[in-house]
C-alpha cells in the first residue's frame, strides 16, 4: 500500500515516519493546484495521512489568510485531486471549545472556540463533501519525552520537566477536563484506520479527571518535584468521548497510563526512585 505523509517533519508526522513506511511528502508551504496534482500524479498514493496544518492557534489568528490556505484549502485541494485515496486527515479537539455542557463530546456536538477550531471543522465538512470515506481525526493535544533530531514542541511533558528542573509551580483548573495523548500511540493506530468507515472520529487518549488532579496523579506517580497550584478561572473543556473509534478497535491508554508508558518506553523510571 501506497502511503503519503505530509507534514513529515512536524512533531507528529515525524512519528508517524518512524512508525509506518510511508513516501514523504515536500513542504506543501504555498503549494498551489498544479503543484498538488503534481505531486499526488508522480506518487499515486492509495492512502493520504494529512498531517500539515498551521497548528498554534495564536498563528492563525495572526495569519487568517495563511491559516486558512493552509488549513482549509490545502486539505481540500489534495481531496479534490486524489479520487480514490482513502484520506485520513487531522483535525483538532478545539472543535469542542466552546460546548455549553461540561462533557464527555462524542462527535455530533461541535463548539468551535476560536479561528483554528473553525478552519479545522470547514475542512472537515467541506472534504466529506468530497470524499464521504474520508477519516477526520479530532485529536488531543500530544506529548513525548524531548529528543534530539526530531521536532519538538512545548508539549505537557516538556513543561513539565522543565518545571521541576526549574522548580517553578504550574496551574492547572480543577474544572477544565481534556485528554491527553501519547504521540507515539497516536502514530501506532494509523494504519488501523484505513478500513474505517468515513467521518469524524475522536482520536486519543479519555480521561475521568480534570486538569489539576491528572497532573497532580502524573506529578505523583513520577515523584516529580513540581508544586501544583490551582487556577479557578474558568476554562473551556476538550473533553472527548472516544467510544465511537473504540467500537472499531483502536484503543488509546487513557490520559495517566499514557504518562507511565512514556515513562517506560523511555526507560525514565530514575525519575520515580
Ligand atoms: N500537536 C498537537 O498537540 C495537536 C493537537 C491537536 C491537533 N493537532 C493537529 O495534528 C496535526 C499535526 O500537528 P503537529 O503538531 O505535527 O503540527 P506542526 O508540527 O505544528 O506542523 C506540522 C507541519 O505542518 C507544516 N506547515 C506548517 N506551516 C505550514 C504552512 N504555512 N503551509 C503548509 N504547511 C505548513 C510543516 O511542514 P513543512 O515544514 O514540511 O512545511 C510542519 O512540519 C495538525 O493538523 C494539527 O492541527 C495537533
Not at 498514493?45 to 487568517?64: L, N, R, Y
Not at 478545539?94 to 478552519?119: F, H, S
Not at 474505517?196 to 497532573?215: F, H, V
Amino acid at each position: 500500500m501506497r502511503v503519503l505523509l505530509t507534514g513529515a517533519k512536524g512533531f507528529v508526522g515525524a512519528r508517524i515516519r518512524e512508525a509506518l513506511p510511508v513516501m514523504e511528502a515536500p513542504s506543501l508551504r504555498n503549494a498551489d493546484r498544479a503543484a498538488i496534482r503534481r505531486l499526488l500524479a508522480e506518487t499515486r498514493p492509495d492512502v493520504i495521512v494529512h498531517t500539515a496544518a498551521i497548528s498554534d492557534i495564536g498563528a492563525c489568528d495572526a495569519q487568517p489568510e495563511a491559516s486558512q490556505y493552509t488549513n482549509v484549502d490545502i486539505p481540500v485541494m489534495l481531496a479534490e485531486e486524489a479520487p480514490g485515496a482513502k484520506l485520513i486527515f487531522f483535525s483538532s479537539d478545539q472543535v469542542y471549545g466552546e460546548c455549553g455542557e461540561i462533557g464527555p463530546y462524542a462527535e455530533d456536538t461541535v463548539a468551535p472556540a476560536n479561528l483554528y477550531a473553525r478552519e479545522k471543522l470547514e475542512m472537515e465538512r467541506r472534504v466529506m463533501e468530497i470524499a464521504p470515506d474520508a477519516v477526520l481525526l479530532r485529536a488531543t493535544w500530544m506529548y513525548d519525552a524531548p529528543l534530539y533530531d526530531v521536532p519538538n514542541r512545548h508539549n505537557l511533558l516538556s513543561l513539565l520537566l522543565r518545571a521541576a528542573i526549574r522548580r517553578e509551580p504550574m496551574t492547572f483548573s480543577k474544572s477544565e477536563y481534556r485528554g491527553i495523548t501519547y504521540v507515539r500511540e497516536v502514530a501506532e493506530n494509523i494504519p488501523k484506520l484505513c478500513d474505517l468507515p468515513g467521518g469524524a472520529y475522536n482520536y486519543g487518549s479519555e480521561n475521568t479527571l480534570s486538569m489539576y488532579d491528572t497532573i497532580s496523579e502524573i506529578v505523583r506517580r513520577w515523584g516529580l518535584p513540581v508544586e501544583l497550584r490551582e487556577d479557578d478561572r474558568s476554562h473551556h473543556n476538550l473533553w472527548m468521548n472516544c467510544g465511537k473509534i473504540k467500537r472499531h478497535g483502536i484503543h488509546f491508554s487513557d490520559t495517566v497510563q499514557g504518562f507511565e508508558r512514556c515513562l517506560r518506553d523511555y526507560d525514565l523510571n530514575i525519575l520515580t526512585k
